[in-house]
T-cell receptor
Framework: KQEVTQIPAALSVPEGENLVLNCSFTDSAIYNLQWFRQDPGKGLTSLLL?????REQTSGRLNASLDKSSGRSTLYIAASQPGDSATYLC??????????FGTGTRLTIIP | GAVVSQHPSRVICKSGTSVKIECRSLDFQATTMFWYRQFPKKSLMLMATSNEGSKATYEQGVEKDKFLINHASLTLSTLTVTSAHPEDSSFYICSAPREYGYTFGSGTRLTVV
């Protein structure tokens, strides 16, 4: 069964610190992996998409990596800000065009 | 670009009534639309996949007669929750695959009282 897991479920970090969010998946035959942000009661905002042929993608203070052999992806956030507080979800496509979502990490940046 | 507009954003209905949720692709043609459900503090669970001009494909455990999906055009997919009950209260969200990832609607918060 193809599963996506995110640990920890919640994380609190002082403002200004760099942080890493983790995402694990069980099937190395991944097509692509996408990181999303979800604010309370809101929809999803796409942050970064990594194709299976890529190892990382960067956008501003965000950097996402993909290691298929170990079944891991990370989202690195530099110089965290209170506005970064949200739930971060990773989702993988395993070839059937369907997104399989992780359980999410609720991030709180402490001013 | 690649915007999916979802309406309504929030709806409260009485038990036994039906509610329709719409997702429109504003600047592209969506031949496929995924419908998800999200319980509080939980991740998104795929309910069904709608394809323009054909019957929707439902995930295991999802009642097709309760969650009616219609994808009659390349720009509109609808989810109708029929004979709603309080346990149907949830956050529903649609998504369309794009060349570079997926684009999501803004979600609909359904509360059945």
């Amino acid at each position: 069964k193809q599963e996506v897991t995110q640990i920890p479920a919640a994380l609190s970090v002082p403002e200004g610190e760099n942080l890493v969010l983790n995402c694990s998946f069980t099937d190395s035959a991944i097509y692509n992996l996408q990181w999303f942000r979800q604010d309370p009661g809101k929809g999803l905002t796409s942050l970064l998409l990594i194709q299976s042929s890529q190892r990382e993608q960067t956008s501003g203070r965000l950097n996402a990596s993909l290691d298929k052999s170990s079944g891991r992806s990370t989202l690195y956030i530099a110089a965290s800000q209170p506005g970064d507080s949200a739930t971060y979800l990773c989702a993988a496509v395993f070839g059937n065009e369907k997104l399989t979502f992780g359980t999410g990490t609720r991030l709180t940046i402490i001013p | 670009g690649a915007v999916v507009s979802q309406h309504p954003s929030r709806v409260i209905c009485k038990s036994g009534t039906s509610v329709k949720i719409e997702c429109r692709s504003l600047d592209f043609q969506a031949t496929t639309m995924f419908w998800y459900r999200q319980f509080p503090k939980k991740s998104l669970m795929l309910m069904a996949t709608s394809n323009e001009g054909s019957k929707a494909t439902y995930e295991q455990g999802v009642e097709k007669d309760k969650f009616l999906i219609n994808h009659a055009s390349l720009t509109l997919s609808t989810l109708t929750v029929t004979s709603a009950h309080p346990e149907d209260s949830s956050f529903y969200i649609c998504s369309a695959p794009r060349e570079y990832g997926y684009t999501f609607g803004s979600g609909t918060r359904l509360t059945v009282v």
